[in-house]
């Protein structure tokens, strides 16, 4: 199929399926007349990619345009609308039409149902970092294309170092393949954890921490944090993502809510298969300590605004909520 869709938020993976396109399709030594890349932010790149997917291929191999971070699945013209249904269903069999996008096509929209006729669709969504079943799959995946073998609990220390970001991920692991390349011996746990630096830098692990009240764990956390230049403000927009969520269900449990499918409604959770996770998380701890921490999350978050010492408050306001 001349035409290709990848989307979603793993732009990594979506990088590595792009490179493998187009080995398959380009002729190494026609690659500079055979491959063009468009930004698909601009209407007038859009028009210019599907008119070059229209030219017929110079020399060997086939074809590929690629239109990066297109928008028409967002919003699109009608004057646009046109030239699609114009050239869409005529593209030539050797010639490859490659749209990407991060966000998830607005299936209402008529240009969005075209494309989705005419092309081969592929998703590039993260794993969601609670799947940890799905993350270690993950881990394996990618250790078996790197070719390098890891103990399960390697790969179980590599889902909490890492989480969903492939990217760190595929990067750890070709640091790991030297080392088991050069003495052949399988990755155990121990060699994880000194050759992953990046093991304890989780705004998740931090909430976690701060929920459980483990105060030194917290403080360490944000020091790591903050030296890996996490920006404070994100960081504190994860925390009270987190709080909020289980605050809802906590409340929802306590109430008499056993209905994961209405947990997750009140929670703005899409998927309700995620709850069963997160009543885990919260089992030990009451609705009353996670509803106190928001508001001294909102203190923090107006201190960083005001352009307090992010270390210093966001220490102190750590030491608060593991106290409560």
């Known amino acids: 199929m001349p035409i290709h869709l990848y989307w979603g ?16 399709l380009l ?34 191999g086939q074809k590929l345009v690629l239109l990066a971070n297109t928008t028409i699945m967002q919003q699109c013209s009608k004057d646009l609308l046109i030239e699609l249904e114009r050239t869409l269903p ?10 990407t996008t991060t966000k998830k096509p607005d299936g209402r929209l008529k240009s969005t149902k075209l494309v989705q006729k ?26 078996t294309e790197i070719d390098v073998k890891l103990t399960a609990s390697a790969i179980e220390l590599l889902v909490e170092s890492v989480g969903n970001n492939t990217r760190l991920l ?9 080392h088991y390349h050069s003495s052949n011996s399988i990755i155990d746990r121990d060699l994880v954890a000194t050759l992953v630096t990046c093991n304890t ?39 009270v993502k987190q709080f909020r969520t289980w ?7 306590e109430g008499g809510e056993r209905d994961h499918s209405a947990i997750a409604k009140a929670a703005e959770i899409l998927n309700p298969y995620r709850v069963k996770y997160l009543i885990q998380e919260i089992k030990s701890v009451n609705s009353q300590k996670l509803i106190s921490i928001l508001p001294l999350l909102l203190e923090l978050e107006y201190g960083l605004k005001r352009g307090v010492d992010s270390l210093t408050i966001m220490q102190t306001q750590a030491i608060k909520m593991c106290s409560l």
């Open 90 to 99: 005529v593209i030539p069999e050797n010639c490859y039409l490659l749209l």
């Open 27 to 60: 002729d190494p030594d026609w690659l500079q007349f055979n491959y063009h890349q468009f930004s698909g932010e601009l209407t007038e790149n859009t028009i210019s990619a599907l008119n070059e997917s229209m030219t017929p291929v110079f020399g060997m």
């Open 247 to 253: 605050a809802i269900i906590k409340s929802a449990m």
């Open 201 to 239: 830098q989780n705004s998740l692990q931090l909430a976690a921490a701060i929920r459980d009240g483990k105060t030194d764990l917290a403080l360490n956390l944000i020091n790591d944090l903050l030296n890996h230049n996490e920006p404070p403000l994100r960081i504190v927009a994860s925390l």
């Open 118 to 143: 005419y092309a081969e669709v592929t998703e590039f969504s993260l794993i969601p970092y609670w799947d940890t079943k799905k993350l270690s799959q993950k881990v394996k995946q990618l250790a």
């Open 9 to 24: 938020e793993d732009d990594f993976a979506i990088a590595q399926s792009i490179t493998k396109l187009q080995a398959e």
């Open 170 to 178: 595929w990067n750890e692991l070709e640091k790991l393949s030297v």
